[in-house]
């Protein structure tokens, strides 16, 4: 059975960078779709980016985009987040989660829900 585990996570200054990993075991990976979710303290979980198996195709909510970028590296079983100028409400814990059958875009716009693993998340810490 697939397997996801985020790293990378840790304090950030505003307008610095970090990039996160999800790194999966335990099963073919490039046939998942991989999405990346966050959790503030007292918020509820929501959607970051997507990006497709091939890494071909890929998807932000409004609030990240042109900050944030998704990328894979197939043969690393790794997908990345890199987190440029974030900001103090980028804080979260940050989720990377898999599908089998979804596709990116609609994943992201909450139009199917089929992720079915989860990693155990990563903090990131935006602050001066």
């Known amino acids: 059975q697939l397997q996801l585990v985020e790293s990378g996570g840790g304090l950030v200054q505003p307008g610095g960078s970090l990039r996160l990993s999800c790194t999966a075991s335990g099963s073919s990976f490039d046939y998942y779709v991989i999405g990346w979710f966050r959790q503030a303290p007292g918020k509820e979980r929501e959607r970051v980016s997507c990006?497709?198996?091939?890494?071909?195709?890929?998807a932000y909510v409004e609030p990240v985009k042109g900050r944030f970028a998704i990328s894979r590296d197939n043969a690393k079983n790794t997908v990345y987040l890199q987190m440029n100028s974030p900001k103090v409400e980028d804080t979260a814990v940050y989720y990377c989660a898999s599908s089998q059958f979804g596709s990116c875009s609609a994943l992201l716009m909450g139009l199917e829900t089929s992720y079915s693993t989860w990693g155990q998340g990563t903090q990131v810490t935006v602050s001066s």
């Open positions: 990006i497709s198996g091939s890494g071909g195709n890929s």
